[in-house]
């Protein structure tokens, strides 16, 4: 049985041995992921689940093949952050290892980090972090203070418009 993770854009497939768990494909896929990741530079990459394309969570205790199909497609969410090396001088160093020390505000801002195009990509982690999120078009101007949106006239209600589960071409 092979599995497709999805992180981000990018889908891994990882061929699945009976009796895996779900966290044993959590670490499949994410040490696959990582080894991608390794062309662009140095990344931290940390899975905090996986989930069904409509959002049911998979819990990593379970047994993958209770779960899922082979070639089913799984959505990863999980944390991406490229590590800057710094030089030992510089205040803030990490130690003799050369990785820096973290920064506490790295984690709350690591999950609007702009991927290809300069989209930003708002999954659970996200949302469930307490970062103000305030989105505007591209016509906005970045100076202008934000609209107030107030109810809506007398007669009309607003619908927020239906978005699909899994975008077409990444995950059917």
């Not at 009796?19 to 990344?43: H, N, S």
Request: glycine share 8%; net charge negative; with cysteine.
């Amino acid at each position: 049985m092979k599995v497709t993770v999805t992180f981000g854009r990018t889908g891994v497939v990882v061929p699945c041995k009976e009796g895996w768990t779900v966290r044993d494909l959590i670490q499949q896929a994410t040490q696959r992921y990582r080894k991608i990741l390794e062309q662009e530079g140095d990344f931290l990459v940390r899975t905090h689940h996986v989930e069904y394309c409509d959002g049911g969570i998979l819990d990593p205790d379970d047994v993958l093949t209770d779960l899922v199909e082979d070639k089913d497609k799984l959505i990863a969410v999980y944390e991406e952050e490229e590590v800057q090396q710094r030089a030992a001088a510089s205040p803030g160093a990490g130690s003799a290892t050369g990785r820096p020390s973290p920064d506490p505000y790295d984690s709350e801002l690591s999950v609007f980090q702009p991927i290809a195009g300069g989209e930003i990509e708002v999954n659970s982690s996200a949302l469930k972090s307490n970062t103000p999120l305030l989105v505007r078009s591209s016509s906005d101007s970045a100076l202008s203070p934000p609209l107030e949106a107030g109810p809506p006239p007398r007669g009309e209600q607003w619908q927020a418009p239906a978005t699909p589960a899994c975008v077409e071409g990444l995950v059917p």
